[in-house]
């Protein structure tokens, strides 16, 4: 309920479970108990695989081989075991298949931020590499950096540190770290080349980039065909004498929070790596897919069997991989249909490619799952065979050096486990992992809804029933991005996996949720995810927001006087614009670290032109929540991190000062030193339970309106 006129509240929440949250069945922590899982890979050697998981906050690696019985045994790799925030990233096997070189503890961002520390460590928290034996063992200190690359005998590995490139003995008891070179820019994307011999990367301009390469016996750099332009994902040949690149154009209107569905085109160029000279073998035509699109994928090209480049590509509006030779000519469709690829991954021997899409062969359902693909390139024309299917969704495959696909499976009642690909059906590689009191079996399996936006546009979403009768309460979630889809079961993001888990924990509570994917998001092709007018451009996705707020008071089952909406991220902005603009509809809302004012997250180049940018100001502005806080009326719950790399704090500064002078009811919680997607698991526990508890007060307790 709102406050009297006059008045107005901030509470800052500790929360606990309550009574009220126990008594469903299952609590909030007990949701979010499940192992998540990412960051799968493959060893070049032995069969083994490795991976993360994230246990309440104690992230760790777990690795698993294939014995010569064929069966499969998995066992932890590290055993960190407190909720610090401190993750561990970017795992990489030695090449000789024994150790695994991985990075502990999140990016500084830049050298004006520190490493976060939420748990606020007297000396600070670092970022550093570390190599830990499979034999067993405890892991060894490298040195601080990040993005490790180990060199193709297994003895040394090169990262990065404060953008500069560092090596180190992978041999030696205690390693002493060496900067390898001194150069301008920003170094990134470490790729040593398949002899050892040299390294290449990428040497980031700010407005251009170039791809170097380093020899490690002459110690000297080259950059290939130095231009203007972002040069960018290199790949090397097999026998060490050529890289692939992208280049893509620079562009004064790159990204101002709203659709670029064009550019100049990007193209693909093959380099000497000796004499530094390259040659264009692939130039992406003007008009649709002339902007590069990115998969999820650890590579952007693949140099395959029989000299060929695959890439990805939007030219019919969906993001497809093509092949083009080496040589240059004509790129040929590998994955046509009505779906989008997302992430990529090519075998040791670069013959076969697996990939994961919502490709909908003989289900439509498909369009909001995931299933993996594989395509070989030892056949004169490569077609697409599917390698799982069903009800699930599986992510991130990989190939495993004897042969094995393994992926990253989930489905409507458990979260993202590692797998391997069987025939007809995945099989669990550390089912033990799964706790003993997860309540899997009270889940609901989210059903799939298609309704019309207010302009005609077919928006998708997932909705949540309650159990019982009569009419519920309904909340809407907007997924953050906006370049996401949620899906019909646990997603393979991290945050939205939390997520999912507490629209899990709403519907167990009564609730009617919508959990909808806006335009803006990705899934349904280029024109839906970069969609006219959105964002910071006219807010063109709230048209979606509205539509799914309508037809939630269309339905026999919802009290239309108890609708609510909650994000984070995007969807934090989704959801107080809905506030914002449709206080009659939207009665209560949970907004986590969103975006309040455009004009706050808008970077212009120096040479912009002065009359563009004030117009731009100002449609970013009346794209903004902040522009309608005049008819905000709904109480409101913020969440954020004062440490937001993301979305600064001075969003929600500016936003609750603006609800104060409106009396709007307004509650806080405020994490220090948080960033954008929260490091602490008791932290994200402590926001989902402060947003249940909001919405049980205000959508529940309180009278209608």
């Not at 034996?133 to 690359?149: D, F, K, Q, S």
């Not at 953008?163 to 001194?182: E, I, M, R, Y």
């Not at 249909?337 to 919502?358: C, K, Y």
Request: charged share 20%; aromatic share 10%.
């Amino acid at each position: 309920m709102r406050t009297k006129a006059g008045l107005y509240a901030v509470v800052v929440l500790i929360l606990t479970t309550t009574p009220m949250m126990l008594a469903q069945g299952f609590t909030l922590q007990q949701a979010m108990s499940a192992p998540f899982t990412s960051q799968l890979r493959a060893a070049q050697e032995k069969g083994r695989v490795v991976w993360e998981v994230n246990i309440d906050g104690r992230h760790n690696f777990w690795w698993a081989e294939r014995g010569s019985n064929g069966k499969w045994t998995s066992k932890a790799l590290t055993n960190y075991t407190e909720d610090d925030g401190q993750d561990v990233l970017t795992p990489v096997w030695t090449p000789d298949g024994n150790a695994v070189v991985y990075v502990r503890g999140e990016n500084a961002a830049s050298s004006d931020h520190p490493v976060p520390n939420p748990s606020w460590f007297p000396d600070g928290a670092k970022q550093q590499v570390w190599v830990i034996n499979v034999a067993g063992g405890a892991p060894r200190l490298i040195g601080e950096g990040h993005a490790p690359a180990v060199s193709p005998d297994s003895k040394s590995v090169a990262y990065l540190l404060h953008g500069q490139v560092w090596s180190a003995s992978l041999t030696d008891a205690k390693p002493v770290p060496k900067q390898l070179l001194v150069t301008r820019g920003t170094a990134a994307s470490l790729h040593w080349s398949p002899d050892g011999k040299s390294l290449a990367f990428v040497s980031d301009r700010g407005d251009h980039g170039f791809i170097a390469v380093y020899s490690l016996a002459a110690k000297s750099v080259i950059y290939l065909d130095p231009s203007t332009d972002h040069d960018s994902a290199p790949v090397w040949s097999a026998d060490s004498t050529h890289i692939a690149f992208l280049r893509q154009p620079s562009e004064v209107e790159e990204d101002f929070h709203g659709p670029r569905r064009t550019a100049l085109p990007w193209s693909i160029r093959v380099a000497d790596a000796s004499s530094g000279k390259s040659r264009e073998i692939f130039r992406a035509v003007e008009g649709q897919g002339s902007a590069f699109r990115e998969t999820a994928g650890l590579e952007q090209l693949n140099w395959v069997a029989g000299e060929h480049i695959v890439f990805p590509w939007e030219r019919d509006g969906r993001l497809h991989l093509y092949s083009v030779p080496v040589a240059g000519g004509t790129p040929v469709l590998l994955t046509p249909g009505n779906f989008d690829v997302e992430h990529t991954s090519l075998s040791i021997d670069g013959v076969t490619l697996v990939f994961d899409s919502n490709q909908t062969t003989g289900d439509p359902l498909d369009e909001d799952r995931r299933h993996v693909w594989r395509l070989d390139f030892s056949a004169p024309a490569p077609a697409p065979a599917r390698v799982t299917g069903g009800d699930g969704i599986e992510v991130e495959p990989v190939i495993a050096s004897n042969g094995g696909i393994v992926v990253v499976h989930s489905d409507a009642r458990i979260p993202t486990r590692a797998a391997v690909a069987m025939p007809g059906h995945v099989e669990d590689l550390a089912p033990q992992l799964i706790p003993a009191n997860f309540p899997s079996a009270q889940f609901v399996a989210p059903k799939q809804v298609i309704f019309p936006s207010t302009d005609g546009l077919p928006i998708h979403a997932q909705l949540f029933l309650p159990a019982g009768g009569g009419k519920h309460p309904a909340i809407v979630f907007y997924h953050g991005g906006s370049q996401r889809q949620m899906l019909l079961g646990w997603h393979y993001m991290e945050y939205y996996s939390n997520a999912y888990a507490m629209n899990q924990y709403l519907a167990s509570q009564g609730y009617l949720v919508l959990s909808i994917n806006y335009r803006g998001g990705i899934g349904y092709g280029l024109n839906f995810r970069e969609a006219p007018n959105y964002g910071a451009t006219g807010a063109s996705e709230y048209k979606d927001a509205l539509a799914a707020g309508r037809y939630l008071q269309s339905r026999d089952d919802v009290d239309s006087k108890r609708i609510g909406c909650w994000g984070g991220s995007w969807g934090g902005y989704m959801t107080a614009l809905s506030l914002a603009r449709a206080s009659d509809i939207f009665a209560a809302g949970v907004d986590i670290e969103g975006v309040h004012n455009w004009k706050l997250e808008l970077s212009y180049p120096a040479h912009y032109d002065t009359a563009k940018r004030e117009a731009f100001d100002q449609m970013a502005y009346e794209s903004s929540p902040i522009a309608s806080v005049s008819t905000w009326r709904s109480p409101v719950l913020l969440v954020h991190g004062d440490d937001d790399r993301n979305v600064p704090f001075s969003e929600s500064v500016q936003l609750v000062e603006a609800l104060r002078k409106q009396h709007v009811d307004l509650e806080e919680l405020i994490f220090p030193d948080e960033i954008h997607d929260l490091l602490l698991h008791r932290d994200w526990v402590r926001s989902y339970e402060a947003g249940a508890d909001f919405f049980n007060r205000k959508l529940k307790q309180a009278p209608a309106k």
